[in-house]
């Protein structure tokens, strides 16, 4: 009741504010019996509709189903809980739908093997595309921007970015995100999840991203590493990083659907803002297996471009017209010279049904054999899927 009647309260006084100063209304919906038990202690299963901007923190109970709605943002200072086993759903009208985690908020979302959290559409007969997805924002390092200043989010128009490596934004484990990617335009679209500025201190493994419209993962700059990572028939990137992005990828899953783009495309920054920071994404990829739909003109299992480095270490990639494709050149976009100096290579990496192991459109000449793929032509062995993905990632 005493969250009831605060709540009243708080939308009075934004009706009042929106009298005056003639901004949109912020609309909470939010029925949750771990907040205010019904209004009366009831505690009887409900259907609870999430949308807006919360002030407060969010604990979902697993008596109750959710379904979001609109816009869900958790704005700093508060964290949202999702039990494990719980499967939220979204209403199926595209960009405008998705959960935002705030700079300076956390989401804790600790899913097991047996019991995964699901973040699905609700239609009868879901696609991608059908909402938009998970987003989170930090105070961790970007290149788009320097010192303390922050860029602002494609979706949700959030602040990110910052000082911070060691940001904490919360945790994820089985987390499993589908039918994500509603776009709102050409230039906004979201992905499966879209890790904006996130620092270190945030727990980021066992995720999966699955019929995505757009990317299923995006790094935009930051620290965060994650682990055990897949990502089934994403219609456009399966990996995504820009804006300086230094964290781990260990373990990883990509397979390709009929529509699909690269498994990885890596910018060392964002090419339609400016590297203002003056350094450069250099990630560590350690056990990756990229499963294309079969060696076809135009394809490219990895794309690095726009100056990134990079460290990968046992790769498998099958079923490509091209393995890697390098581009730059030898002003703003120095990716030829990242290989040359060994801030960019390859160690253990196998092609099957490949024709071409690597393209070099950097204009910097480089020995394939000797600069980028420093050892192990043939030696990659990937990640062991079939042992962490079991049991709750789909489409295997």
Request: net charge negative.
């Amino acid at each position: 009741m005493k969250n009831n009647l605060l709540l009243g309260l708080a939308l009075i006084t934004m009706l009042f504010s929106c009298t005056t100063d003639g901004t949109s209304d912020i609309i909470i919906n939010d029925n949750s019996v771990t907040n205010n038990n019904n209004g009366n202690g009831n505690t009887d299963p409900q259907t609870i509709f999430l949308s807006g901007t919360y002030t407060e923190n969010l604990t979902l109970n697993a008596n109750n189903t959710y379904k979001v709605n609109g816009s869900l943002i958790m704005a700093s200072g508060t964290t949202l809980t999702i039990p494990a086993g719980m499967t939220i759903k979204a209403l199926a009208s595209g960009a405008n739908v998705y959960i935002a985690i705030a700079q300076g908020a956390k989401i804790i979302a600790n899913g097991t093997a047996d019991n995964p959290i699901v973040l699905t559409s609700d239609a009868s007969s879901p696609a991608a595309g059908d909402w938009g997805g998970l987003i989170i924002l930090g105070r961790a390092p970007i290149n788009s921007v320097t010192g303390s200043a922050t860029s602002t989010s494609e979706i949700a128009s959030l602040p990110y970015g910052g000082t911070n490596a060691n940001d904490d934004s919360g945790s994820l484990r089985y987390v499993r995100v589908e039918y994500s990617g509603g776009a709102a335009d050409g230039q906004s679209e979201n992905n499966g999840f879209s890790f904006y500025g996130v620092g270190n201190g945030t727990n980021v493994e066992y995720i999966q991203a699955y019929e995505g419209k757009d990317d299923g993962i995006e790094f935009f700059g930051g620290t965060v590493n994650a682990s055990y990572v897949s990502v089934i028939n994403a219609q456009d990137d399966s990996i995504d990083w820009t804006e300086g992005y230094t964290g781990t990828i260990t373990n990883a899953y990509v397979k390709h659907g009929a529509e699909h783009d690269k498994a990885i495309e890596a910018d060392g920054y964002n090419t339609d803002f400016s590297n203002a920071a003056g350094y450069f994404s250099k990630p560590n990829i350690t056990n990756l297996t990229i499963i294309g739909v079969g060696n076809t003109v135009g394809t490219e299992a990895i794309r690095l471009r726009a100056g990134t480095q990079g460290i990968f270490t046992n790769l498998v990639i099958q079923g490509f017209e091209e393995g890697f494709d390098l581009d730059g050149d030898a002003g703003d976009n120095p990716t030829g010279a990242g290989v040359t100096n060994g801030h960019l290579n390859v160690t253990n990496v196998t092609f099957t049904d490949v024709t071409l192991k690597v393209k070099n459109d950097t204009g910097v000449a480089f020995n394939v054999n000797g600069d980028f793929i420093i050892s192990g032509d043939g030696n990659g062995t990937g990640t062991n899927y079939a042992t962490w993905g079991a049991g709750w990632t789909v489409g295997n």
